[in-house]
Nanobody, 116 residues
Framework: VQLQASGGGLVQPGGYLSLSCAAS????????MGWYRQGPGKQRELVST???????NYAASVKGRFTISRDNAKNTLYLQMNSLRPEDTAVYYC???????????WGQGTQVTVSS
């Protein structure tokens, strides 16, 4: 399984970015997909997840600002990030999970920097 994340970059506070994660397999073959991030000197943390049924979950720090979505035909997961803050600066990773065998797959990460 390959997950190709893209869309990161440098943006000013209050700005927006849209991340994409293209999967090499049908996204319905995964029980859940999501986004995680790791800021400088911090542990990797959950940002948002979406189950195969479409249920979503967000970290409290991004709720109301970030939106996770998917395009089944393109096998792609998205993360729309609005009202970005300096504390959102991190490497963002795409994740896919299969409960059978407890398999976790990770993309290579894309850097998001929020700075004026």
């Amino acid at each position: 399984v390959q997950l190709q994340a893209s869309g990161g970059g440098l943006v000013q506070p209050g700005g927006y970015l849209s991340l994409s994660c293209a999967a090499s397999e049908r996204i319905f073959s995964f029980n859940a997909m999501g986004w995680y991030r790791q800021g400088p000197g911090k542990q990797r943390e959950l940002v948002s997840t979406m189950s195969i049924g479409g249920s979503t979950n967000y970290a409290a720090s991004v709720k109301g600002r970030f939106t996770i979505s998917r395009d089944n035909a393109k096998n792609t997961l998205y993360l729309q990030m609005n009202s970005l803050r300096p504390e959102d600066t991190a490497v963002y990773y795409c994740n896919a999970r299969r409960f059978a065998g407890d398999r976790n797959y990770w993309g290579q990460g894309t850097q998001v920097t929020v700075s004026s």
